[in-house]
């Protein structure tokens, strides 16, 4: 990060304080955007770590996953097995806004900060739980992960609906990316902003359920059409990926485009393609039509496309006929371009080594008010004393003793 940020106007959530407890992503993710929107976002994490902490690739003492979801956050390492850490961890809990947690329900009762035990002594306090499966219902208990959570909410059905086929057999494979977790911990965050404005009429804050599974139902555009069991409608929608291919150019580069020749768009394909003659074929005009004649459409525009020579060349026709289209880029291909750089979509926080990590910026712009990665991820308790003594008043002597007990660790990185 650089000092410009010092003259930035302040962030929107500025003096709102929140205790974030989750691990991994859905929590992490939440408490990340929270510090990227001006909170002071004090994450709690054991002395033996976050489990993303651990994953590769890594640049010294932290994991790049590690840096995305936790850059900006302050950092205190508490062993719960104490009852000086729960007792500290409860006093931490009454002193924030926000708490976030993402533990099976149940977990933190038995730490004695779940929430009931915070509100009795912060009524203002905007609690959030991430689960699986909610607080309440059979599944309640259930461990989960994203994987299981696209499973349960019917996404990994609808994906192998579209699945490859290779010699007969569908090849099944999870998607690679967590949205459930990412999909969940957005939602959180949209509750906790709600829950923090209803705060400032009633003065009272709440517990916020957020699960998983109910989520994903949220955010399946098809739930609707799924739900009313119409597996084959007549006419695809136009708001649908449809067909949707990916096509390859000359020069070996994949272009996405949104549309299909035998769909909706027909006749924009069928004039780049030269076939001007179709337009205003009978057969043409409707669904069941289009479709008897779908595979040799499509295969035409396949054949097409091979012959314009790059990515962006295709684009362009595309473009001219009021088809949108993108050339399939990777993550490093992408923040190369000069929309990404101009933007500031990518920066660079410290990885504690002496080099620096490449992560996304906050996804915000306002335009009176800052937002963005306020910092670099911290190592295990490197706030433990800034915390203790300013949050909580508590003397050094006190965070020498609790660090002397074990009940505060602090790991610095190697050298």
Request: with cysteine.
């Amino acid at each position: 990060m650089t000092d410009d940020a010092t003259d930035a106007p302040p962030g929107l959530l500025d003096g709102v304080v929140v205790l974030d407890l989750t691990r991994v992503l859905a929590g992490p993710i939440c408490g990340r955007a929270l510090a990227d929107l001006g909170a002071r976002v004090i994450k709690v994490e054991p002395p033996a770590g976050d489990l993303s902490r651990f994953s590769v690739p890594r640049h010294g003492p932290i994991s790049g996953y590690y840096a995305q979801q936790n850059a900006g956050k302050e950092n205190v390492s508490v062993d719960l097995d104490h009852a000086d850490g729960r007792a500290l961890l409860f006093d931490l809990a009454c002193r924030a806004d926000v708490v976030l947690e993402n533990f099976r329900p149940g977990v933190c009762e038995r730490w004695g900060v779940g929430y009931d035990a915070v509100a009795a002594e912060n009524p203002g306090v905007v609690y959030a739980s991430l689960t699986g499966f909610g607080q309440t219902g059979p599944w309640a208990g259930r461990r989960a992960y994203a994987v299981i959570g696209h499973a349960v909410a019917g996404t990994t059905a609808g994906q192998l609906q579209h699945q490859e086929v290779v010699a007969g057999q569908a090849v099944l494979a999870n998607d690679a990316y967590s949205h459930g977790d990412v999909y969940t911990g957005l939602v959180a965050l949209s509750g906790v902003l709600a829950a923090l404005f209803a705060r400032q009429s009633t003065g009272r804050g709440q517990h916020v359920d957020v699960s998983m599974v109910d989520s994903l139902l949220f955010v399946n555009e098809h739930a609707q059409e799924q739900l009313a069991g119409e597996a084959e409608p007549g006419d695809p929608a136009i708001l649908g990926s449809g067909w949707s291919p990916v096509v390859e150019v000359a020069n070996g580069e994949r272009v996405s485009v949104a549309g299909d020749p035998a769909g909706h768009g027909y006749a924009d394909f069928l004039r780049l393609l030269g076939r001007d003659d179709l337009v205003d074929d009978p057969e043409m005009r409707s669904w069941d039509g289009r479709r008897s004649q779908a595979t040799r459409l499509r295969q035409d525009f396949r054949d097409f496309a091979a012959t314009i020579p790059t990515g962006e060349a295709l684009v362009a026709l595309l473009d001219e006929v009021g088809t949108a289209a993108g050339v399939v880029r990777s993550v490093p291909e992408l923040a190369a371009e000069e929309h990404i750089v101009q933007r500031g979509s990518i920066v660079e926080v410290d990885d504690s080594a002496g080099g620096t990590f490449a992560i996304p910026q906050a996804p915000w712009r306002f335009s009176d008010a800052s937002a963005g990665v306020a910092g670099p991820p911290a190592w295990r308790g490197e706030h433990n004393r800034t915390v203790v003594t300013g949050l909580l008043g508590r003397s050094d002597d006190d965070v020498d003793a609790l660090e002397a007990a074990g009940v505060l660790v602090a790991r610095p990185p190697r050298g």
